[in-house]
């Protein structure tokens, strides 16, 4: 359950966003791919997998070549390079360096999911429709492929998810005699009741500098930010009503201190977590390993439960975090590439590693059904089986959220906008309107047709 992303924090903007723009408007002009999924007819992947082929992989998770021996041992033909390229901050401007220039990309390259779609617009990742994609479409969670898929065209395979829960400190609840809120107006009135018992504890942490986590509250909400149109349009909604109710109710905590407001993963943040000044985090799938690293004197005192939810009954969340395998367009090997990306990620053997060996969040149904995998026990959080919990959870993630072509720009506005008045104790809402304009602007300089709100 470990974050493969969290060097997020760090990504440099500018390259990512200047290497964007000439992009986009080359791919306004370009023909169709060897893998679009209207009509292009499947290749015949025996024939071409008993081909002798050298790929390389840029993968940032520690101890992946168990899992390419695994693949390599069942097509002894190709072999594969795995390239650590650095946590995404580092590893993506390399990638649109390499694709401007036309060499020195990768066959297959890890990407967060919600970057597919900005190299999807741009025309850089090969379609593995007409490579077998459909026939693991099967094995993954209907949200998380919908998360890779555009129509009949499949750009990336899921490799982990982030479906988001609540860790809390069980201790810090019994003390104070607070109930694990199931509604978002239960917690609210906890962080209250906590805040005013000991000044200086708070229920929760609402970071100034994570808009991936914000958008996973959004996600939860109901809210659709964004919507695709065509390669070159696309609608923002960034302030819709549900992303409005949100940040409304954000605002209020905020601006009564009952919630701490310190920028996460920092020492001052991980400082929060090990001393108790946090009773809750609202995190995903791969928190619990985290925290296990990073407040081990608190072994024992958390628990893990679903997110509160708008409505009593309702059982609903958002994601945030994960990852997919790729596969780049200017590739000499599209066969071979295309069933490694399949294999790595679909494969039973490969994706139990995975999720043993590097604690990825499984985004395969075997894997969420695999009672070995559900009924593991965690000392730190009480024996409890975390990973039944987060499996119940990624099967509430709603399948019709999609990311925006400029996400790494929504992502750091974030920070100017809403993550702003989050500091100040500002109005969230009136940031949110500000976010959603900055988007839009920043959207059409890059030569987007931009509808929505």
Not at 12 to 39: D, H, Y
Not at 225 to 242: E, H, L, Q, R
Not at 417 to 444: C, E, F, R
């Amino acid at each position: 359950m470990r974050s493969p992303t969290r060097g997020r924090r760090s990504r440099v903007l500018a390259t990512a966003a200047g290497g964007l723009a000439l992009l986009v408007l080359a791919a306004c002009s370009g023909g169709s791919t060897a893998g679009s999924g209207n009509g292009t007819k499947s290749v015949d992947m025996a024939a071409e997998l008993k081909k002798p082929a050298t790929i390389e992989f840029w993968s940032w998770v520690d101890g992946i070549q168990s899992e390419v021996a695994l693949f390599e041992k069942k097509y002894p033909n190709i072999k594969v390079k795995v390239v650590n390229a650095g946590q995404p901050a580092a590893e993506y401007p390399k990638l649109r360096t390499a694709l401007k220039a036309g060499s020195g990309a990768p066959d297959v390259v890890q990407l967060e999911a919600h970057e597919v779609s900005s190299f999807t617009i741009t025309k850089s990742l090969l379609d593995l429709a007409p490579y077998g994609a459909d026939s693991v479409k099967s094995k993954f969670l209907p949200w998380a492929w919908s998360q890779v898929s555009q129509g009949s065209s499949v750009y990336a395979i899921p490799q982990d998810t982030g479906p988001m829960g609540m860790l809390y400190r069980k201790d810090i609840f019994d003390k104070y005699h607070i109930q694990v809120p199931t509604t978002w107006a239960e917690f609210a009135t906890a962080a209250e009741k906590l805040h005013k018992a000991d000044p200086k504890m708070y229920l929760t942490d609402m970071s100034p500098s994570n808009g991936a986590s914000y958008t996973g509250l959004l996600w939860q909400a109901g809210s659709r930010p964004f919507k695709t149109n065509s390669a070159t349009s696309f609608d923002v909604n960034i302030a819709d009503a549900p992303a409005k109710k949100v940040s409304d109710y954000w605002s209020g905590l905020v601006k009564s201190g009952a919630v701490s407001t310190d920028p996460d993963f920092t020492d001052q943040w991980y400082r929060g977590l090990a001393s108790g000044k946090y009773a809750t985090w609202l995190t995903a799938a791969w928190g619990p390993l985290f925290l296990q690293g990073t407040a081990k004197g608190t072994s024992g005192k958390w628990r893990v439960a679903p997110l509160p939810q708008w409505s009593a009954g309702e059982s609903a969340s958002g994601n945030t975090g994960g990852s997919t395998s790729a596969v780049v367009k200017s590739t000499k090997y599209p066969a071979a590439a295309a069933a490694f990306a399949e294999f790595l990620n679909s494969d039973p053997a490969s994706t139990k590693m995975l999720a043993s060996k590097q604690s990825l969040f499984p985004a395969t149904t075997a894997l969420l059904n695999d009672q070995s995998f559900l009924s593991t026990s965690l000392p730190f959080f009480g024996g409890q089986k975390v990973n039944q919990v987060f499996s119940d959870i990624s099967r509430t993630v709603s399948t019709d959220f999609t990311w925006s072509p400029v996400q790494d720009y929504v992502f750091s506005d974030f920070n100017d906008t809403v993550g702003k008045a989050i500091t100040n104790k500002q109005d969230l809402t009136a940031a949110l309107t500000q976010w959603q304009k900055s988007v839009t602007t920043y959207a059409k300089q890059q030569g987007f047709t931009v509808g929505g709100s």
